[in-house]
């Protein structure tokens, strides 16, 4: 166990809906990662908060947003989902920059 | 940019060693190893800053040159625990780190009793 806390585990939702996935990072960790698995993209670097700011931004889609709250939990929203969205997402978090970065388990996204 | 990783899978028979590389076009700031079992979350393995410092720990250590920008990833006397996908995850020098850690397609790795 990582400590990094993500919900919904599993979550099958149609297409043009939208989903929240949510994570808690480890406690007294301030970075928060979101990573996008599929099986011929491998692990996508989507967004990186750090104490509230976005840090950085990798591929992630403008139907995709994210955000880091006052008490560190992040969510990232999917909207207008399309088949090709089907995926593992995985959030992670660190201490800060430079450090070890511990993935939780992940929420598995179908779309149908 | 995604660094590159080879090769894409190695198949071992237990005891046997293994080198997994990885490589980037750019000067980077860090090196990230996971180990990753199906179904399950990346599990880290080892940070590598730029420095050339080689790290280990038991049966499983790593390099990595920054004037190559190029890592690799030695197992010895592999273990069936081993097996699993690896990834090498990437943070680019811009003066430090550009945050984004961005990890290669991953090596396939099957420990054969």
């Known amino acids: 166990d990582s400590g990094v806390t993500q919900t919904p585990k599993h979550l099958i939702t149609a297409t043009g809906q939208r989903v929240t996935l949510r994570c808690s990072p480890r406690?007294?960790?301030?970075?928060v990662y979101w990573y996008q698995q599929s099986l011929d993209q491998g692990l996508q670097f989507l967004i990186q908060?750090?104490?509230?700011?976005?840090?950085a931004k990798g591929n992630i889609l403008e139907r995709f947003s994210a955000q880091q709250f006052p008490d560190l939990h992040s969510e990232l929203n999917l909207s207008s989902l399309e088949l090709g969205d089907s995926a593992l997402y995985f959030c992670?978090?660190?201490?800060?920059?430079?450090?070890?970065?511990?993935f939780g388990e992940g929420s598995w996204l179908t779309v149908v | 940019q995604q660094p590159v990783q080879s090769p894409q899978a190695v198949i071992l028979r237990e005891g046997e060693d293994a080198v997994i590389n990885c490589s980037s076009s750019?000067?980077?700031?860090?090196v990230h190893w996971y180990r990753q079992k199906h179904g399950e979350a990346p599990v880290f393995l080892m940070i590598?800053?730029?420095?050339?410092e080689q790290k280990g720990h038991d049966k499983i250590s790593a390099s990595f040159n920054e004037k190559k920008q190029q890592s690799s990833l030695y197992l010895t006397a592999s273990q069936l625990s081993y097996s699993g996908t690896y990834f090498c995850?990437?943070?680019?020098?811009?003066?430090?780190?550009?945050?984004?850690?961005?990890f290669g397609k991953g090596t396939l790795l099957t420990v054969n009793p």
């Open positions: 406690s007294g960790d301030l970075s």
């Open positions: 590598l800053l730029k420095g050339g």
């Open positions: 992670a978090s660190a201490r800060g920059d430079g450090n070890t970065i511990y």
């Open positions: 995850g990437t943070e680019s020098d811009s003066g430090g780190s550009n945050y984004k850690l961005t």
């Open positions: 750019k000067a980077l700031y860090s």
């Open positions: 908060y750090y104490n509230g700011e976005e840090r």
